[in-house]
């Protein structure tokens, strides 16, 4: 919010208005004089006429008091009014309308003041929404995650019951009831460190561990880690990453799972056989990598609700593919460092992006 200097405009402005109030109540004064004077020429007024002294003086200086008070309401009416109005918006605020707003009139400390309200107004509002948006979130949150943690657990459960009770009919069956106990157990493990993650991302005090780094040289590396297993999944990569060095001022451990959360994605839900794209290029301020892969049908008629914070794909098989936490936690991460992820579906192919800043253009921006 810009501020602007008034310099005790409305100060001057009263004390304008106290001088020419004066300057009229002076005036009628001297009239007022005028009159006395000649009402002693024509003997009205004596030493015997006490009372007619006495009514002319009290008159003479009741339309001065008169006059000033008078000149000095009708010049500082305007004001009057703005204040009633911005004191009945104010109480309008108090009671609950955030968000209004009063005109703004004049270049003084009035309006600076109006100012303030307007913004102090819009920013109540907007912490209001917000608040209001993270406990609808949280309930959402809530309501999901027990359901997904609840899955394993009742198999955990069912599972342990067997065993209490010894309702096994060989070893072999004992040593399948443990490892799948075993087996849901990682899985409910996974669950909650997800869940645990995503709302560590969303705490507002959130300090990121930056470093300045090669983000091509990083890419690189997770890559050559990743291709033994697209290869083994029958995903052949197409790679175009560039080889200019690209400065980022980036927390690496938080932004590997972000590739790593779209590699696993592609993983999962690509045609197989079929190509995977992967590229990486910069204009020198921003830093765009993109991973593309075939799917056979676009998930949802809009892709961007892939981003929710509980998308699991096929509701059938949601206990095999995550609590749908996973591109919402990689999106938190790429705004945390200031960039933006996209996703679009063009002819069969899903893909994804992600804008970073470089670390130039970074330090520009703070």
Known sequence: MSITKFRNKLILKLLGVVAISFFVSYSVL????????????????????????????LFMFSTVIFTFIAVFLLMVRKKIIYLKVISE???????????????????????QLVENINFMSKELESKF????????????????????LRTPLTSIIGYLDLLRNKQYESMKQLEDYVETIYTKSLRLKFLIDELFEYTRLTDPDLKLNLKG???????????????????????????????????VLVDVEKLVRVYENLFMNAIRYSLKPSKLNISLE???????FKISNRVETPPMEDVNQLFGRFFTGDKSR??????????????RIVELHQGIMLVEYKEGWMTFMVELPTQQTKMQRT
């Open 30 to 57: 001297v009239l007022n004089a005028q009159l006395v004077l000649y009402l002693l020429n024509i003997d009205y007024l004596n030493a015997e006429s006490v009372a007619h002294f006495n009514l002319v003086n």
């Open 89 to 111: 918006s104010v109480n309008q605020i108090a009671n609950g309308k955030l968000g209004l707003t009063i005109k703004v009139e004049g270049k003084d400390e009035l309006t």
């Open 129 to 148: 929404e917000h608040e209001r948006h993270l406990e609808a979130t949280k309930n959402e949150l809530i309501t999901n995650v027990s359901h997904d």
């Open 213 to 247: 780094m090669d983000l091509a040289g990083l890419l690189e590396q997770i890559v050559g880690e990743y291709t033994p297993i697209f290869e083994r999944e029958q995903l052949s990569l197409n790679k175009s990453i560039t080889e200019k060095n690209i400065p």
């Open 282 to 288: 910069t204009n020198d301020e921003i830093a765009v």
């Open 318 to 331: 949601s206990g095999e593919r995550g609590t749908g936490l996973g591109l919402a936690i990689s999106k």
